[in-house]
Nanobody, 124 residues
C-alpha cells in the first residue's frame, strides 16, 4: 500500500525559504508523476507544481513560478518542494500527491494518492 508523508512546514517570515519533503513508501516515485498542491483556509485546493515520471519535466503554477522548485530524490524515494521569497499569500496546507497512471497532472482529480499535508504559515 502506497503512503505519502509530508514534512518541513512551519511558521516563517515573508522573504524566507522552506523546503518541504514528501517521503513515499510502497511505490517508486520516479515511476510516477508527482505533484504539490495547497489549500488555504476557505479556498479550494490549488495546483502548485508537478514533475513527470521518468525524465522529470516540471510544471509550475503562475503564482509560484520562479520561487518554487520541485525535485525528486530517487535514492531516498522522496519528493521535494523548495520555496523561496515566501509571501503571506503562500500560507496554506501543502499536500503531495501521486498519479498512478499518466505523464503529468495539473489538477487535483488527476491524482489518486495523497499525503496528509503540512502547514506552511508565512507572517508579514
Amino acid at each position: 500500500q502506497v503512503q505519502l508523508v509530508e514534512s518541513g512546514g512551519g511558521l516563517v517570515q515573508a522573504g524566507d525559504s522552506l523546503r518541504l519533503s514528501c517521503a513515499a513508501s510502497g511505490r517508486t516515485l520516479s515511476n510516477h508523476a508527482m505533484g504539490w498542491f495547497r489549500q488555504a483556509p476557505g479556498k479550494e485546493r490549488e495546483f502548485v507544481a508537478a514533475i513527470t515520471s521518468r525524465i522529470g519535466s516540471e510544471a509550475y503554477a503562475d503564482p509560484v513560478k520562479g520561487r518554487c522548485t520541485i525535485s525528486r530524490d530517487s535514492a531516498k524515494n522522496t519528493l521535494w518542494l523548495h520555496m523561496s521569497s515566501l509571501k503571506p499569500e503562500d500560507t496554506a496546507i501543502y499536500y503531495c500527491a501521486l498519479k498512478s497512471m499518466g505523464w503529468i497532472g495539473l489538477k487535483s482529480e488527476d491524482y489518486d494518492v495523497w499525503g496528509q499535508g503540512t502547514q506552511v504559515t508565512v507572517s508579514s
